[in-house]
């Protein structure tokens, strides 16, 4: 694993002066401080590298206190540890402490809405992610209380973490070509679980069905403990689940893997195949992003990527993220945005083929 170090804009760059003369400025009555006006007349200079120079030194010197890191998810999950661990790396580097702040609910539209409202100044930031970016927009359009594009500023991706489809011992399967024939056979009699309805494990069921041309009914539960407790159990004979809830059941041998849920094989097991080697087009998987309020400005958004950039291609976080199954993923705001939008497009275009709702 790489161990690179990349080096942040040096902050005098950001301020140095335009070379030429100066613009004229404007006669004093119109920037007189008794005119209302004042401000707006300023404006009209801000040109000049003398004025924007202060504004540009406080954005070159963040952070210069805590910043608040949003996950919109309860404490105690996989989301909430892997944040954390990013955190820990970010106060490091920055000399600041990054503190994770945990607001669950609405399945993470709470959270999500908090940091969307928060002041744009790069010291609220939250967690973003395939559920409240990628999948909400469609399967509950008109229903966010934000606008998952226009709202925010994104700054990185963080982590990438793949699913799992795994079944349980008695299923009469045991490779992807194996499972397709049977459920062919078999139409709507065999059944697979999730963490609950619309969640990346639910549009991985859905999107296993459409490639496949198989029948099989979704069980969804409240979370994924209870999911493969019934699944090992024998309620139910498939589940779609994160690679760290699944991993301990297959390394002791209580459950079959068939495969992730990613375009290629997870380097957390390398052994087991993507289901996309026997179905093209195959991936759904959980991402997730360094994300602010709209406005961020663009020194402040530039420095937060190459400190996340830093941590990320440190040896120690990519560990912490590997051995939790999670990979580490870096792009720069640009791309952030871009694949966003991208994930938007391609999930929701699942979800309306399949006729997944909330219901």
Known sequence: MSDAVVRVPDPDAVTAPVAGPRPALPPLAEVDSHRPGRRAALGAILGAPWVLGSEARAQAAWPNKPVKFINPFPAGGATDTLSRLYCARMSEITGQQWVVENI???GGDIGVAAYARSQPDGYTLGLGGVASHGISPTLKAGKLPFDAARDFTFVSTLWALPNFLVSNLALPASTVPELIQLLKRNPGKYNYASAGLGTTLHLAGELFKLLAGVEMTHVPYRGAAPAM???????VQMIFD????ALAQYKAGKVKAFGVTSATRSPVVPDIPSLAEFLPGFDVVSWTTVTGPAGLPPAVVERISQFTRQA???ASLKKDFFDRGATAIWRSPQETATYRAS???RLGEIIRTAKITLD
């Open 104 to 106: 669950g609910g609405g």
């Open 229 to 235: 407790t019934d699944l090992i159990g024998g309620q």
């Open 242 to 245: 994160n690679i760290p809830g």
């Open 312 to 314: 990320l291609e440190s």
């Open 343 to 345: 994930e938007e497009k």
